[in-house]
């Protein structure tokens, strides 16, 4: 991502015109108590709602996200709720993501192609990868904004990017959002290698 996708994420942070959401992920709330416990990545945090839900749940995250304001959004949060998270200002055409490190990687509603084989290398054995993502869909009833068709995900491509991994939970789906509108999602749970179950 560039200097001048950051200006833009901070200034939507800034001025309110983006508007995180509070609540963690429901595909995180679903899964929380089946995942391995130790040291997760909330990767492109946002305001932090999934790392701070992790952090209450006992992990050490490292939140990381593009934009400075969002990330000191993340810490005032942190702050006020008495947890520790480490929250990283990264670049995520160069994230550092060290190699078998993390037992959970959450990615809710972020899409870098590229970064999917960083992520896979950062997981530790064993580790589990929780990825929401928006979705190209015809159906008239969607009306969610989202990022536009070329960030969306085909149907299955998600499933094929992860055939590499154990994939233990893939769902397409159309469902309301907490704030009334209509979103296709994608919802993919896969671990490295023996998933404990």
Request: no cysteine.
């Given at each position: 991502m560039s200097e001048s996708d950051k200006v833009s994420w901070d200034k939507r942070y800034a001025d309110g015109?983006?508007?995180?959401?509070?609540?963690?992920?429901?595909?995180?709330?679903?899964?929380?108590?089946?995942?391995?416990?130790?040291?997760?990545?909330d990767l492109a945090c946002g305001t932090g709602r999934n790392g701070l839900f992790l952090a209450e749940h006992g992990y050490s995250v490292d939140g990381l996200d593009i934009s400075d304001v969002a990330l000191k959004k993340a810490q005032e949060s942190a702050e006020q709720r008495s947890l520790e998270v480490n929250w990283v200002q990264a670049d995520f055409d160069n994230p550092d993501l060290p190699q078998n490190t993390y037992d959970v990687i959450v990615n809710c509603r972020f899409m870098d192609r590229d970064l999917i084989p960083r992520m896979k290398d950062a997981l530790k054995d064993g580790g589990y990868i929780l990825f929401e993502h928006h979705l190209l869909s015809n159906d008239p009833?969607?009306?969610?904004?989202?990022?536009?068709?070329?960030?969306?995900l085909r149907p299955n491509e998600l499933l094929h990017q992860f055939l590499d991994l154990r994939v233990i939970s893939y769902d397409e789906f159309v469902a309301p959002e907490s704030d009334g509108r209509t979103a296709a999602l994608v919802w993919l749970v896969a671990s490295k290698g023996d998933a404990g179950f």
């Open positions: 015109s983006y508007h995180g959401r509070e609540e963690p992920s429901a595909l995180l709330k679903a899964w929380i108590d089946n995942l391995p416990k130790g040291r997760a990545l009833s969607v009306n969610v904004g989202g990022p536009s068709s070329y960030w969306r």
